[in-house]
């Protein structure tokens, strides 16, 4: 079975670009999350999933970023314009179930994203 | 709200040394504890997991009890090997499946 698959896998821009994030989750996962990992910490989530319904994105800072899950399966996460501390790596993950249960999240190998 | 407290690193190693993670949690309800392994340039790994108190999760000679009356999931491996060497998280669970994940412990096994 294909895990979590995400592209690119590195990303160099300079600030004030827009970059974009691909993730395609585990077949029939309903739920899929994005999250935040920088340096030397845990992943903090940034938005999460129920088939093509944002649930939880109370931590996405929306002046500058958005994603969407359209047909509830794979997702594009967006950063307009990038900023220097958007450098970081940006992790998909995905699990079975919905809302109340506490499922296994399987991730991705992550996407490194270095500002310039 | 939930949060996961677990050992800083980095820890160094011999090889077949035992080893410790420590992790403590607090949460409301009953969170299922996960650890999750993060080797160099790859994503996160679900190492062990545990549902509910007493429960001990393992898988790779690794090995976590979930305590809640001392409200810890420390991680153990009896002998440790260079290919262990990781980054291991602590992670809790909560309603509506948002995990909050400590800040990683760096492992290295020295041959």
């Known amino acids: 079975e294909a895990g979590v698959v995400q592209s690119p896998r590195y990303k160099i821009i300079e600030k004030k670009q827009p970059v974009a994030f691909w993730c395609n989750p585990i077949?029939?996962?309903?739920?899929l999350y994005w999250y935040l990992q920088n340096l030397g910490q845990g992943p903090e989530l940034l938005i999460r999933?129920?088939?093509?319904?944002?649930?939880?994105d109370s931590q996405l800072p929306k002046d500058r970023f958005s994603a969407e899950r359209l047909k509830g399966v794979d997702s594009t996460l967006k950063i307009q314009p990038a900023e220097l501390g958007d450098s970081a790596v940006y992790l998909c993950a995905s699990s079975w179930g919905l809302a109340g249960e506490q499922d296994t999240q399987y991730f991705g190998p992550g996407t490194r994203l270095t500002v310039l | 709200g939930n949060s996961v407290t677990q050992m800083e690193g980095p820890v160094t190693l011999s090889e077949e040394a035992f080893l410790t993670i420590n992790c403590t949690y607090t949460a409301t309800g009953y969170p299922s504890l996960f650890w999750y392994v993060q080797y160099p340039g790859e994503g996160l790994q679900l190492l062990l997991k545990a549902t509910k108190a007493d429960d001990k999760g393992s898988n790779k000679g690794f090995e976590a009890t979930y305590r809640k009356e001392t409200t810890s999931f420390h991680l153990e491996k009896g002998s440790v090997q260079v290919s262990d060497s990781a980054v291991y998280f602590c992670a809790t669970g909560a309603p509506g499946n948002q995990f909050y994940f400590g800040t990683g412990t760096s492992l290295t096994v020295i041959p």
């Open positions: 999933y129920e088939n093509e319904e944002a649930v939880d």
């Open positions: 077949s029939g996962h309903n739920t």
